[in-house]
């Protein structure tokens, strides 16, 4: 079946760096989600991506597209330690006769203050 | 503002016990969502609805049951609770290809 690989497993920065995680796939999808999910709670939306190549801020987030529709990256910029949760990418795709939604693994970041 | 409401944040109970999880979404969407989420398998499909009757079977339905009789409300029963059940449950309601989450209910089967 479809697969999102998404990498690092997890990140432990110190404030005010950089973040980038990725997802990558073998298949083609026509829409990248990104979630944040705090401990505890459910998953937030924190950009969709429509379009191969787009490109998509959320404050300090950024998201992109690949060209491909294989993959998409996030980066967070000038962390800070409310940035801590667990992200998710996940790509909307049609399997079998029905749209589905396919999760990454997630990625866990801590942020040392 | 997109709203999800779970009817229980947390939940004990007893193996073959009949449960009952609620959703309700306020913005008129007409798919809506059944996971179930563990540690080490992720995010993983129960049961979908496209529409008030309606049900799909997701990737892992065995064990429960849906039921959609308002467009607005999703729920999920387990009809004999065991405690492989216990888990995270996350509803969700779509917008375009957006899913969007409820807070989810801890259940804990005992």
């Known amino acids: ?113 | 503002d997109v709203k999800v409401t779970q009817s229980s944040r947390y939940l004990v109970k007893r193996t073959g016990e009949k449960v009952f999880l609620e959703c309700v979404q306020d913005m008129d969407h007409e798919n809506m969502f059944w996971y179930r989420q563990d540690p080490g398998l992720g995010l993983r499909l129960i049961y979908f609805s496209y529409d008030v009757k309606m049900k799909e079977k997701g990737d892992i339905p065995e064990g429960y049951s849906v039921s959609r009789e308002k467009k607005e409300r999703f729920s999920l029963i387990l009809e004999s609770a065991s405690t492989n059940q216990t888990s995270m449950y996350l509803c969700a309601s779509r917008l375009r290809n957006e899913q969007y989450f409820g807070p989810g209910t801890r259940l804990t089967v005992t």
């Open chain 1, 1 to 113: 079946g479809q697969q999102l690989n998404q990498s690092p497993q997890s990140m432990f920065i110190q404030e005010g760096e950089d973040v980038s995680m990725n997802c990558t796939s073998s298949s083609i999808f026509n829409t990248w989600l990104w979630y944040k999910q705090e401990p505890g709670e459910g998953p937030v939306l924190l950009i969709a991506l429509y379009k191969a190549g787009e490109l998509t801020s959320n404050g300090r987030l950024t998201a992109q597209f690949g060209i491909t529709r294989k993959d998409s990256f996030l980066n967070i910029s000038a962390s800070i330690p409310s940035d801590v949760g667990i992200y998710f990418c996940a790509g909307h795709a049609r399997m079998d006769s029905s749209y589905k939604l396919i999760f990454g693994s997630g990625t866990r970041l801590l942020v040392r203050p």
